[in-house]
């Protein structure tokens, strides 16, 4: 498995944090399965805009003006 370095920023990384921490993965779990989705090749599955379009059909009740406490957000 290959490691990247990705830069993002500050509100970026808290929400994608917040993001995993609502789904019970991590950050890089997230990033991987939609870098998967992205390389999949044509033919082989849905378009990567579908999936993610659909990822967001999906995270319903999710406001930004909803904040988690430090605890709920590192909480597993």
């Known amino acids: 498995m290959k490691n ?3 830069s ?5 990384w808290r929400q994608a944090r917040i993001a995993a921490a609502e789904r019970n993965t991590t950050v890089s779990a997230l990033v991987r399965d939609y870098l998967r989705a992205v390389a999949r090749p044509a033919g082989n ?6 999936a993610l379009f659909a ?3 999906r995270a319903q009740g999710f406001s ?3 904040r ?4 709920q957000v590192h909480d597993r």
């Not at 988690?68 to 605890?71: F, I, K, M």
Request: glycine share 4%.
């Open 4 to 6: 990247i370095t990705l």
């Open 8 to 12: 993002v920023d500050d509100e970026t």
């Open 45 to 50: 599955g849905p378009d990567a805009a579908e």
């Open 55 to 57: 990822a967001l059909d």
């Open 64 to 66: 930004a003006t909803e």
């Open 68 to 71: 988690l406490t430090r605890e």
